[in-house]
């Protein structure tokens, strides 16, 4: 797993390493999980937020639904659909080359 964290004006490769060897393994790959699975849910959340909506706003999502979608690490597609149709937004994937970010590949769902 290769993550660089700002350091003022430099990046520094080596946080995670320390983080790593003064937190111990598991420790250390359950705290990248767990913010891994937060930012996730954060991304849903702020869109969601910029448009101006409550959970309880979306329409067709109950309250519990909607929270139960921006908790989940994995989403399907169908459910991601869903999601943004309540926000009155469709979903649009990207598909971009390793080499060549100039020419994605647009598919909407």
């Known amino acids: 797993m290769s993550i660089l964290i700002k350091n003022k004006k430099k990046f520094n490769p080596e ?3 320390h983080a790593k060897k003064t937190m111990g393994s598991k420790r250390f790959y359950s705290a990248v ?3 891994a699975q937060k930012a996730s849910e954060l991304r849903l959340k702020i869109v969601r937020e910029k448009l101006g909506l409550t959970q ?3 329409k067709g999502l109950t309250q519990s639904e909607v929270s139960k979608i ?3 690490k994995d989403l399907k597609l169908s459910t991601l659909n ?3 149709r309540a ?3 469709k ?8 080499e ?3 020419r994605p590949i647009c598919i909407y769902g």
Do not use: C, P, W
């Open 70 to 72: 921006e908790g989940r």
């Open 15 to 17: 946080f995670f390493k």
């Open 100 to 102: 060549d970010d100039m």
């Open 82 to 84: 869903k999601y943004a």
């Open 56 to 58: 309880g706003e979306l």
């Open 87 to 89: 926000m009155g937004m």
């Open 91 to 98: 979903v649009k994937i990207v598909l971009t080359s390793e």
């Open 33 to 35: 999980k767990k913010g």
